[in-house]
């Protein structure tokens, strides 16, 4: 292609087209999958197409937190895991023994994952393998809690606790008027 000024108008139409799709190719890597409604798929109850019901993964519940952080250590693996690989790991991150946390919890935890999807276990064999929406799922859910939830609530409930002062401020008429609501519900009674 020539420099020349005649040139120009082609040469912007080329630069449009290549800007239109790097901004896709961005939008496409940058949209985790992740939907509401997926990710109340994975946090309640639901009932699978053949009707088999599917207990749900609470964000926060400490055994399934453990079980989120450990499936993040297991998807680079080309050979998937077994029981007794997750087992151990997720013992450890409950900072119990594996009698406490036994292979029949190990095999219930499992069988919920597996039902949404979270990992995938080919036929006669005793392998999983985590799943691309299970990767994302778990390093949403991993990441949350490390990085937002466990610090702010160690934030929140540290007696020493050196919030920034606007945000004290609104917590502090916030609880106020809380508690105004809850007097106003349930006032005490007179002492006589």
């Known amino acids: ?19 239109r799709r790097l901004l896709e190719v961005e939008r496409v890597s940058h949209n985790s999958c992740l939907s509401g409604d997926s990710i109340q798929c994975v946090v309640q109850p639901t ?22 952080l450990a499936l993040t250590l297991f998807q680079h693996l080309i050979d998937g895991f077994h029981n007794r690989d997750l087992r151990n790991l997720v013992a450890d991150l409950l900072g119990v023994t594996s009698e406490q946390y036994t292979a029949t919890q190990m095999t219930y935890d499992l069988r919920r994952l597996r039902l949404k999807g979270l990992i995938f276990r080919p036929p006669r064999t005793n ?26 609530m160690a934030m929140f409930t540290a007696t020493d606790a050196v ?6 401020q609104a917590l502090d008429r ?8 809850i007097y106003d519900a349930f006032p005490l009674p007179k002492a006589s």
């Open 127 to 152: 392998r999983y393998f985590v799943t691309p929406y299970g990767c994302k799922v778990a390093r949403l859910f991993s990441s949350l809690e490390a990085r937002v939830f466990r610090p702010a």
């Open 47 to 68: 009932v699978t197409e053949g009707g088999e019901k599917v207990p749900s993964l609470k964000f926060g519940q400490p055994r399934v937190m453990a079980l989120f």
């Open 163 to 168: 919030l920034p002062f606007p945000l004290r």
């Open 174 to 181: 916030v609880d106020s008027q809380l508690d105004l609501l």
């Open 1 to 19: 292609m020539n420099k020349g000024l005649a040139n120009l108008p082609y040469l912007q139409e080329l630069g449009r087209q290549i800007n």
